[in-house]
T-cell receptor, first 112, second 113 residues
Framework: AQSVSQHNHHVILSEAASLELGCNYS??????LFWYVQYPGQHLQLLLK??????LVKGIKGFEAEFIKSKFSFNLRKPSVQWSDTAEYFC??????????FGTGTRLQVTL | DAGVTQSPTHLIKTRGQQVTLRCSPK?????VSWYQQALGQGPQFIFQ???????QRGNFPDRFSGHQFPNYSSELNVNALLLGDSALYLC????????????FGNGTRLTVT
C-alpha cells in the first residue's frame, strides 16, 4: 500500500522567506506525485504534478518541486513566500490506480 | 467552464440517520471520485465512479455507497451515521478513470451529532 509522510505540520514564515516543505512517499512501483493547496475557505487546487521526465517541476504561483527517486521524496519549494501563500499544503501520490493518497498536510502561515 | 460543484455546503445530521451528498463534475469530465477529509487530516479516498459503476474503492465500510447518473453527476450516500463520519466530503472529477483527479469541489461539511 502506498503512503505519504509530510514532516512539517505547521510552518510559520515571514514574508520573503524561502520555503521548503518535505514530502516522502512509500510505494514500490512507478508513481505520480502531486502538490495541492487549500486556501482558507476554498477548494483543493493543484499546484504542480510530476509524472515523468525532468525531476524538477514548476507549478503555479512560483512553486516548484523536485522528485528525488533515491530518497522517495518530492519536496515543495518557493524562493520567496508572500502573505497570500498562507494555506494548507498537501502532498499526494498515485500508483497504478488513479486514486490519490494524501499526506496529512502542512499548514503554512506567512506573517507580514 | 464550470468547475466541480457540490451540494449542500453544510449539513447537520443525527447519529443513525442517512445522508446524501451530490456532485456535478467539471464540464467534459466523466469520472467522479469521493474523498473524506477529517479535521486535521488529508483527504482519504472513498470510491470512484465511471460509466455509472463503482470502479475503485478505498477502505470504507458498506455504509458508504454511491451512484453515478448518465449525465456523470454523482451521489454519495452514508447510512447509519456515526459521530466519526463528521468530516468534509470532497468530490473530484477527471477526464477518465485512469486519470488522477485534478479538479476538486468545495466540499460538503457534514456534522453528525
Amino acid at each position: 500500500a502506498q503512503s505519504v509522510s509530510q514532516h512539517n505540520h505547521h510552518v510559520i514564515l515571514s514574508e520573503a522567506a524561502s520555503l521548503e516543505l518535505g514530502c516522502n512517499y512509500s510505494y514500490g512501483g512507478t508513481v505520480n506525485l502531486f502538490w495541492y493547496v487549500q486556501y482558507p475557505g476554498q477548494h483543493l487546487q493543484l499546484l504542480l504534478k510530476y509524472f515523468s521526465g525532468d525531476p524538477l517541476v514548476k507549478g503555479i504561483k512560483g512553486f516548484e518541486a523536485e522528485f528525488i527517486k533515491s530518497k522517495f521524496s518530492f519536496n515543495l519549494r518557493k524562493p520567496s513566500v508572500q502573505w497570500s501563500d498562507t494555506a494548507e499544503y498537501f502532498c499526494a501520490v498515485t500508483g497504478t490506480a488513479s486514486k490519490l493518497t494524501f499526506g496529512t498536510g502542512t499548514r503554512l502561515q506567512v506573517t507580514l | 467552464d464550470a468547475g466541480v460543484t457540490q451540494s449542500p455546503t453544510h449539513l447537520i445530521k443525527t447519529r443513525g440517520q442517512q445522508v446524501t451528498l451530490r456532485c456535478s463534475p467539471k464540464s467534459g469530465h466523466d469520472t467522479v471520485s469521493w474523498y473524506q477529509q477529517a479535521l486535521g487530516q488529508g483527504p482519504q479516498f472513498i470510491f470512484q465512479y465511471y460509466e455509472e459503476e463503482e470502479r475503485q474503492r478505498g477502505n470504507f465500510p458498506d455504509r458508504f455507497s454511491g451512484h453515478q447518473f448518465p449525465n456523470y453527476s454523482s451521489e454519495l450516500n452514508v447510512n447509519a451515521l456515526l459521530l466519526g463520519d463528521s468530516a468534509l466530503y470532497l468530490c473530484a472529477s477527471s477526464p477518465g478513470p485512469s486519470d488522477s483527479p485534478l479538479h476538486f469541489g468545495n466540499g460538503t461539511r457534514l456534522t453528525v451529532t
